[in-house]
């Protein structure tokens, strides 16, 4: 008799770093527990899909694994054009809940279990009404989670003390959120759409469970924290599972012409000699500041390759929706002569760059990056010290736990997240110390003991091995009670 598998929901909701971190947890339940797994791309074309799965050739003609691709929605009625990217993924996840209700509802048999990201709560419902089990994939960090499930339970006095007197949130057994770096929504927190945020953070925890992209040793406090009743496990009423780290592999990406173009440069330069310049999917800078960062990168006489996409004024996520819709020329916006005077030493790279490939370059030693989490994981898998330039998001949390806690980061100035230019002469600084000072070495060697306990933490038996496999052990409980209903 043909033994039959839990079946898997995925849903991601729009943007290439909701995405990325979804198909690689899928690819993990295929590979590693011959699940049956179906990824929801929420407002995201078919082709830039398959364009992510192309360093994965077994999966995109795989029984198991299939995408499907939500037709994108129109929210320009309901959405300001200058809301919050946040604002925009809220919405457009809510208006895909019909195409996914009737994808999910065709389904035969029925699904075993349904995740969702960040942005998917509302979707949980319909786990729900279909008898699934459902969980939540949060692709970042076990403290940014903490900060979230702990909101809701702040009183009118500790959110007074936050959000008002700009004084540390402090979250039972895990360090303090600093003003500085709290999350977006605390900064409006007399605004409507601050409850909508508490709401969400409150349904997190009526999943079955949470699966979050970190791993026991690089988290050690706050994971011990989740799980103390007199701590944070006060509150957190959905069991945690660190899974991670989730990144991806280095594998052939294309499109071929750029993928030899970077790494044949990279094949000719010394090894850890060149640092790599990225603000993620979708992060961009103002004019002002591009100007002084390439000054930067060509006065700290240091080899790099940079990804540049078009400056943007006032806004620093304003392509994530959008990257790789545009790819302008990159000579308008650079200073003059910049290309032609660093050209031995630099490489300029418009809009895109195999981002996996060029961190598990050995010739590869330093990573400017603004600290989105699946950067993160991808430079610490591969061994890869980073300078820290938050931009939005959780970012700036990000960025303090890889430089205060975990220390494999030099932070640039924090000011910067809030519109202030980061001067060349900084810049030219902090790409030195990471290359070629003694705190990079320190730095180094830290992030190859964080690479190492990751490779641990996923290997058979390890930390986050053993914790997915508790989750994929109540699928298959769930899906004999979904067996012996359908008999009964
Ligand atoms: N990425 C890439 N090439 C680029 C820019 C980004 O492959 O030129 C990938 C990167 O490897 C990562 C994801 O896009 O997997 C970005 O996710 P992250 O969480 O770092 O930041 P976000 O884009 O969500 O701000």
């Not at 033994?3 to 993990?28: N, W, Y």
């Not at 970190?214 to 509150?235: H, I, M, Q, S």
């Not at 660093?342 to 370059?361: D, K, N, R, S, Y």
């Not at 300078?387 to 430089?403: C, D, R, S, V, Y």
Request: contains cysteine; glycine residues 8%; proline residues 6%.
């Amino acid at each position: 008799m043909k033994i039959q598998k839990p079946h898997a929901v995925l849903v991601a909701s729009p943007g290439m770093g909701h995405l990325i971190p979804v198909l690689e947890l899928g690819k993990r339940f295929v590979s590693q527990h011959d699940f049956q797994v179906t990824v929801f791309a929420a407002s995201t074309e078919a082709s830039t899909v398959q364009s992510h799965l192309q360093n994965s050739p077994e999966y995109t003609n795989n029984n198991l694994f299939k995408v499907v691709s939500l037709p994108s929605v129109d929210t320009s009625a309901s959405v300001d054009t200058d809301a919050t990217v946040a604002t925009k993924i809220i919405v457009m996840m809510h208006e895909s809940l019909p195409a996914l209700r009737s994808a999910i509802s065709a389904m035969k048999p029925r699904p075993t279990a349904m995740i969702v990201d960040l942005f998917g709560t509302e979707a949980m419902a319909m786990a729900d009404e279909f008898g699934m089990l459902k969980y939540m994939f949060i692709a970042s960090n076990a403290w940014f989670l903490a900060a979230m499930i702990y909101a809701p339970a702040l009183d009118e006095k500790g959110l007074d003390e936050h959000a008002n007197q700009k004084l540390p949130m402090k979250i039972p057994g895990c360090t303090a959120v600093r003003f500085d770096d709290t999350l977006e929504p605390f900064l409006n927190a007399n605004d409507p759409m601050f409850q909508g945020f508490l709401l969400a953070c409150m349904a997190m925890s009526t999943a079955d469970g949470i699966l979050v992209n970190t791993w026991e040793d690089l988290e050690p406090k706050t994971l011990a924290a989740f799980r103390d009743t007199k701590l944070l496990g006060r509150v957190a009423k959905a069991p945690v599972y660190p899974i991670g780290p989730l990144a991806r592999p280095v594998g052939p990406v294309g499109p071929p012409v750029l993928r030899s173009h970077v790494l044949d440069w990279l094949d000719t330069k010394p090894t850890e000699s060149v640092i790599y310049v990225s603000f993620g999917s979708g992060g961009s800078l103002s004019a002002k500041q591009m100007i002084e960062l390439a000054w930067g990168l060509e006065l700290s006489q240091q080899r790099f390759v940079w990804v540049v996409r078009p400056p943007i004024e006032n806004d620093v996520s304003e392509s994530y929706l959008t990257v790789g819709k545009d790819s302008n020329g990159v000579h308008d916006y650079l200073p003059e002569g910049f290309l032609s005077r660093t050209h031995c030493i630099g490489l300029v790279i418009p809009m895109w760059a195999p981002q996996a490939e060029i961190l598990g370059h050995p010739s590869v030693g330093g990573f400017l990056s603004h600290c989105g989490w699946n950067s993160t994981l991808e430079s610490i898998v591969n061994g890869v010290p980073m300078i820290g330039w938050p931009l939005f998001a959780e970012q700036k949390m990000n960025a303090t736990l890889l430089t205060e806690e975990i220390g494999v980061a030099v932070r640039c100035n924090p000011a910067a997240a809030d519109g202030m230019l980061v001067g060349r002469e900084e810049i030219k600084t902090m790409v030195r110390r990471v290359t070629v000072e003694k705190q990079g070495h320190a730095m180094r060697s830290r992030v190859k003991e964080a690479k190492c306990s990751a490779e641990k933490a996923l290997s058979r038996g390890g930390s986050s091995y053993n914790s997915l496999t508790h989750v994929v052990e109540e699928c298959e409980t769930g899906l004999q009670g979904l067996i012996a209903k359908s008999h009964g």
